[in-house]
C-alpha cells in the first residue's frame, strides 16, 4: 500500500489566510447588558465594544447589526443611541457625546433590515452633521450603542 502523498502547502496563500482571519477575528466579545423601567415596559439594550478594539462608528454598527437586530421585537417603539468619545481638535480635550436616531414603529410586517439601515443612516448622520458644523470636534471612539425600546400598545 502505497504511503500518502503530502503535498507542500503554498506559503503565499498561509500569508493570505493569515491576514484575513487577522482582519476579520472569529469572535469579538461585545459586552452586552439590559436595562428595563415600568415592568418591562421600556428597555435598554447596551452594547460595547472590545475594549482592545479600536472602530469608528459606521464599522462598529455594521459589526453589532446581527446581536442589534436580535433586540428588535414587533409592537415596539425603537430608537438608537449611539455613545461616542469626542476630541477638540484646538485642546486635547475629551468628552462623551450621544446621537440618537429618530423613533420607529416596529409592527408584525415591518422589515427589521430596512429599519436597521434606517436607524444606522440617521444615526451616522447626526455624527457627521455634529462634526461638519464647525463645532471643532473629531470622533474619537465609540462607548456603546443603546437600543431603547418601549412595548407599543394601540
Known sequence: ???????????????FK????????KQLKFEDSKRSALNGFAE??????PTDQKFDPKTFLITVKQKAMEKLKPQTKVRLVSRVRMQQIIKPVIVKKQFQSKTEIILEAT??????????EQSLENIA???????????HSIVSLDIRTVRLDP
Not at 500500500?1 to 500569508?15: C, G, L, Q, Y
Not at 435598554?44 to 465594544?49: D, G, N, Q, T, V
Open 111 to 120: 422589515n427589521l433590515y430596512e429599519l436597521w439601515i434606517k436607524l444606522l
Open 129 to 139: 452633521v455634529f462634526q461638519m458644523n464647525g463645532s471643532g470636534w473629531t470622533f
Open 44 to 49: 435598554e439594550h447596551s452594547i460595547k465594544p
Open 1 to 15: 500500500m502505497p504511503t500518502s502523498v503530502k503535498r507542500p502547502i503554498n506559503d503565499a496563500f498561509e500569508a
Open 18 to 25: 493569515k491576514k484575513v482571519t487577522s482582519l476579520y477575528p
